[in-house]
């Protein structure tokens, strides 16, 4: 395993991004780090922020998933490119009772998952493609903190992955207390456009500058 060089990033800004939402985080990245889709979570109540534990694993067998968790510094998420493969689930309650043990805050896989009720039932927060009942092997070895993509995302070791109902998003490393101070200041923004609105001072046509564009139509 490749050791990680990657400083911690305090609990304080973790809470922070976890709390101004994926939405907020991606636009205020300049539309950047969106995971696609059909990333989700199993729940979607849970919220999640940590660093990245990135996992490279092969279609069907979990091996290094075992091996991944007992890897994991608490507070980590396992991020798994499990090459979106839909016929096997190769997480399940066992290995969430063994991360929640390691403390580790959540799980994103590129695949499925299941004992889904069970998972849910602990609490732990799960963001897949989709369930799968089918059973894996043990057989095959893989990689861990190594830069893995899911989608157009890109996450490297250490990287913080944000998710919620909405999503999942990941922030660089070292863009973190920029994306944090962004995302603030969109943040303040759009409470005054909330308050114009209830207020009926404005509109969205006119909070977003959009009658040029309506005019260019012949929509005004």
């Known amino acids: ?10 609990q304080e800004k973790l809470i922070q991004l976890r709390d101004l939402g994926t939405a907020t985080i991606y636009e205020a990245q300049g539309a950047q780090g969106a995971f696609d889709h059909g990333m989700k979570p199993i729940d979607p109540t849970v919220r999640m922020a940590g660093p990245a534990l990135t996992v490279d ?3 069907a067998d979990n091996l290094m998933l075992h091996y991944a968790v007992l890897q994991a510094r608490p507070g980590d998420v396992l991020v798994v490119d499990a090459k979106g493969f ?25 695949g499925c998952v299941r004992d889904a009720n069970l998972i849910i039932d602990l609490g732990f927060p799960v963001f897949c493609r989709g369930l799968s ?7 095959q070895p893989g990689k861990v903190n190594v830069p893995i993509s899911i989608g157009d995302a890109v996450i490297r070791p250490g990287d913080i992955v944000v998710g919620d109902r ?24 759009e409470i005054k456009q909330r ?5 009926g001072t404005s509109n969205t046509l006119e909070l977003l500058n959009l009658g040029d564009t309506l005019k260019r139509f012949g929509l005004v």
């Not at 395993?1 to 305090?10: G, L, V, Y």
């Open 57 to 59: 694993v092969r279609p």
């Open 133 to 139: 009942i089918k059973g894996t092997g043990k057989n």
């Open 1 to 10: 395993m490749q050791k990680r060089r990657t400083p911690m990033i305090s």
């Open 195 to 199: 308050e114009a609105i209830e207020a």
């Open 86 to 110: 839909m016929e096997a689930g190769p997480w399940g309650d066992v290995l969430t009772l063994q991360a929640m043990k390691q403390g580790i805050a959540g799980l994103v896989i590129h």
């Open 166 to 189: 909405d999503g999942l998003v990941v922030v660089a490393h070292d863009e973190v207390d920029r994306t944090i101070a962004n995302s603030l200041a969109r943040e303040e923004k």
